[in-house]
Each structure stands twice: as structure tokens, then as C-alpha cells.
């Protein structure tokens, strides 16, 4: 599978973007009195799904299960020619982009539950029930 290789610069490019966003999440929760905001690191877990595709049920981390031409088959957005794999959930990416709906689940799932690593410095469902007063 030579060539199915991620993109170095441009994830390293996130990479440090997310860390400052990360410290601006940490700012602005220190000096926005009343407001809470926290951050997602979707990167670190789509990053985590890819590594560890199997153990998710998943078959395949780069080919997605709907392609037409091109490397990964992303030359051409995903359209009525295309092919599409027959099981959706066994496919991390749906076209060469976006995720499919098992690998989404999975995401939201994290993001609603995970611990700091995922979602700092609280997730969705703690901060759901935050008791917060005016």
C-alpha cells in the first residue's frame, strides 16, 4: 500500500494549531467569568482510529468506501459513478476526507465521554452537568 501515506506537513500544521488552541481554550476559561468553553481533540482521536483500525472493527484505515479515480481515490469527489463498499461500517473514511458514520460514533462517543486527552478540560457529558449560576 506504498503511497496511502497522510500528508506530513499539513498534520503538523494542525498539530500546532490545535495546541494553541488548546491554551486559548485554557485562557479563556480563566478570564471569561460565567463561561465555559473546552477543547476536542478530534485530530489525536481520528489519529488513534487510524492506528488502531482493527481493534475498532474496522477493515481498512485508507481506502475509503466511496472512491472513483485517483490516490486513495480522491481525485474525484465521491458521486454517482463512484464505487461504494458494500458495508459502510467496516471503512473508517467514507471518501478520502470525511469519516464514516462508525468512525463518527466513535468520535462523538469520545467526545462526550473521553477523559483530558480527548476532550479537555472536561468532556460534553461533564460539562452537560455543570450547575452554572448567573
Given at each position: 500500500?506504498?503511497?496511502?501515506e497522510c500528508?506530513?506537513?499539513?498534520?503538523?500544521?494542525?498539530?500546532?494549531?490545535?495546541?494553541?488552541?488548546?491554551?486559548?481554550?485554557?485562557?479563556?476559561?480563566?478570564?471569561?467569568?460565567?463561561?465555559?468553553f473546552?477543547?476536542?481533540?478530534?485530530?489525536?482521536?481520528?489519529?488513534?482510529?487510524?492506528?488502531?483500525?482493527?481493534?475498532?472493527?474496522?477493515?481498512?484505515?485508507?481506502?475509503?468506501?466511496?472512491s472513483?479515480?485517483?490516490?486513495?481515490?480522491?481525485?474525484?469527489?465521491?458521486?454517482?459513478?463512484?464505487?461504494?463498499?458494500?458495508?459502510?461500517?467496516?471503512?473508517?473514511?467514507?471518501?478520502?476526507?470525511?469519516?464514516?458514520?462508525?468512525?463518527?460514533?466513535?468520535?462523538?462517543?469520545?467526545?462526550l465521554?473521553?477523559?483530558?486527552?480527548?476532550?479537555?478540560?472536561?468532556?460534553?457529558?461533564?460539562?452537560?452537568?455543570?450547575?452554572?449560576?448567573?
Open positions: 500500500m506504498a503511497g496511502y500528508s506530513v506537513e499539513p498534520n503538523e500544521v494542525a498539530q500546532m494549531y490545535n495546541l494553541k488552541l488548546k491554551i486559548l481554550v485554557e485562557e479563556l476559561n480563566n478570564n471569561l467569568q460565567g463561561s465555559r473546552v477543547y476536542g481533540d478530534v485530530f489525536r482521536i481520528v489519529y488513534d482510529i487510524i492506528q488502531n483500525y482493527s481493534s475498532y472493527g474496522f477493515e481498512s484505515e485508507k481506502i475509503p468506501c466511496c472513483l479515480v485517483g490516490k486513495v481515490g480522491g481525485l474525484i469527489p465521491c458521486g454517482p459513478p463512484s464505487k461504494v463498499c458494500m458495508d459502510r461500517s467496516k471503512y473508517v473514511f467514507w471518501d478520502p476526507y470525511h469519516p464514516t458514520e462508525a468512525a463518527n460514533i466513535i468520535i462523538a462517543r469520545r467526545l465521554s473521553g477523559d483530558t486527552s480527548d476532550i479537555y478540560p472536561i468532556n460534553l457529558r461533564q460539562l452537560a452537568n455543570l450547575k452554572i449560576y448567573a
